[in-house]
């Protein structure tokens, strides 16, 4: 064994080489579609062997690839001259319940905070799913229930907790490091292995939240539908529009289980009477299922149904603009009834504009969303399906392109993205020229590179 090699087990209490009996365990992310195989696994527990973790791999001339969950690992490049630092072990959260703030390590993942700030009648802006990890949601970004009313979730976080390139740990906030802590709110790991954040949360104990499924064959109405709707919705009101292929499985409800299906789902911040009335245009078609109601805020991170357990998923994504009702008829006519191939398992837009367009003073590097829809196509993505899927979600996503703004939002890319759809060019050569300054020799290794 080498003095680099030896370095690396010490800097951590649990580091994996290949060979390694935990090595293959270790290396797998929630993203089963991407097979990482890093030059070695560190699991560190704190903040300190994070720190020994960076400068061995520095001495060893590996480079350093920060992960929490894995979530959106599929953009990563090869990993054989880098160490995998997961962060999972890490996960210890807290709720300031007087200056309602949380506070999360970087393996902290969404359910368990959402559950502990509603014993406190508070919420966070959380995603989609529950096991999502908190870091790398809310420094990309992060697009919750409460999006429309409340903006990115990136701009509720008040301070970051870091390792540097060259092993130092870093507090940033609006007065500490500001231009870190401006470059990390948009484009975290190209900066620093992300230790810990601390964020605002919202004074919120319930929400009239929930879905409404039909069966796919009523998409030809149900999406024209809620096309017209989300022109007028207030900003109140955050929802997403998918077509879903239900896999035949047990874990899947027997309602839906192998069904191909619409589903609306989403959060109106309003009394009940009032969330009814809103909704209403989208319940006159008589859906299937229909969960709408008055729900802790602590429930609202199940309500997309997404997989709680690793999956090989993988697709594309993109900002659209403002989608006309005749818009409807062209995702129809490639992911409609009788259009949609089996390999694409989902469809999905999510409505954004309101407070997703405006800028914040005192914004990071991403604060706002260039686009009134975010389009996600996606399937699994493993072995011979892997090609003809992602094949398969560029023919969906083509069908909008002329509504398209050419921008990109990176949580849901899941390939190499051009970073200048991303960042406007001015907000992009400042990250370039600050990452040039704190990470010369270019030793950490982000998902979505800068």
């Known amino acids: 064994m080498t003095d680099e090699s030896t370095a690396l087990r010490n800097a951590a209490r649990t580091v994996h080489l290949p060979g390694d009996d935990g090595y293959d365990a270790a290396r797998t992310g929630w993203s089963l579609a991407k097979d990482l195989r890093p030059a070695a696994v560190a699991e560190p527990e704190n903040a300190a062997e994070v720190a020994a973790v960076v400068r061995a791999a520095a001495t060893a001339g590996l480079r350093v690839a920060p992960q929490g969950t894995g979530h959106n690992s599929n953009p990563l490049s090869d990993l054989s001259g880098s160490v995998l630092l997961k962060t999972s072990r890490m996960n210890a959260i807290r709720i300031d319940p007087d200056t309602r703030t ?229 995702l129809l006519s490639v992911a409609g009834p009788d259009t949609l191939s089996p390999l694409v398992a989902v469809t999905e837009l999510r409505h954004l504009g309101g407070a997703l367009s405006r800028r914040p003073s005192g914004g990071g590097a991403l604060s706002s969303l260039d686009g009134e829809f975010e389009m996600i196509t996606g399937g699994f993505v493993m072995g011979e399906a892997k090609e003809p899927t992602y094949a398969a979600c560029d023919v969906v996503m083509g069908s909008l392109a002329a509504y398209s703004r050419g921008k990109t939002y990176l949580p849901f890319q899941h390939a190499k993205a051009d970073p200048s759809a991303a960042f406007d060019e001015v907000t992009l050569q400042r990250l370039r020229q600050l990452r040039a300054s704190v990470d010369p020799r270019g030793l950490l290794q982000a998902n979505h590179e800068i």
């Open 102 to 330: 949380a506070r999360a390590e970087a393996g902290a993942v969404w359910l368990p905070i959402a559950e502990l700030a509603g014993k406190y009648k508070l919420a966070a802006l959380h995603g989609s799913s529950p096991d999502t990890g908190v870091i790398g949601y809310n420094l990309g970004g992060g697009i919750s229930w409460y999006a429309r009313s409340q903006g990115l979730a990136v701009n509720k976080v008040t301070a970051v907790e870091m390792v540097l390139a060259d092993g130092g740990f870093v507090r940033a906030d609006a007065d500490h490091d500001p231009d870190l802590f401006w470059a990390v709110r948009g484009a975290s790991a190209n900066f620093g292995v992300v230790t810990a954040v601390e964020f605002a949360l919202l004074e919120l104990e319930s929400a009239y939240a929930g879905m409404l499924a039909f069966d796919l064959a009523l998409a030809p109405r149900v999406l024209p539908r809620w096309l017209e709707w989300t022109a007028g919705a207030p900003e109140s009101a955050t929802t997403s529009y998918r077509h879903m292929q239900m896999p035949p499985l047990e874990a899947v409800p027997e309602p839906i289980r192998g069904r191909r299906l619409v589903v609306i789902d989403g959060a109106v911040l309003e009394d009940d009477a009032e969330a009814e009335r809103i909704l209403a245009p989208l319940r006159e078609f008589g859906p299937e299922i229909d969960t709408f109601g008055r729900m802790p805020a602590a429930a609202l991170p199940r309500i997309h149904m997404d997989p709680e357990q690793p999956t090989p998923g993988g697709g594309r994504g993109g900002l659209l603009d403002n989608l006309p009702v005749e818009a409807a008829g062209k």
